[in-house]
């Protein structure tokens, strides 16, 4: 695509971009590695043993609100990227 680019140019470009793909890259072999273990699950039982003597539909209502919590978690980290996205789209803008 940019082959009419002289090729100290494109090295020049290739320097300045490269490091930012790298962690991006990274980042996303990072996560496919996350991804793979959290689609295996997570047997909260092995955390929660001292909880065993409880019926198994108490067990659930716990599990189901750590659930919870770690999604409003999950939530809350992406809202604080967006925040984040927007101010350094905002600072860019008058910059």
Known sequence: MFDILPKALRDFVDTIFNPPIEILNNAVTYLDRISM??????????????????????????????????????????????????SIKEGVKWW
Not at 64 to 83: D, E, N
């Open 37 to 86: 273990i959290a689609g295996k699950g997570i047997n909260l039982n092995n955390y929660l043993s001292f909880m065993n003597y409880l019926p198994a539909s108490f067990q659930m209502v716990v599990n189901s609100l750590l659930a919870s919590v770690i999604f409003l978690a999950i939530l809350q980290i992406v809202r604080a990227i967006v925040s984040l996205y927007f």
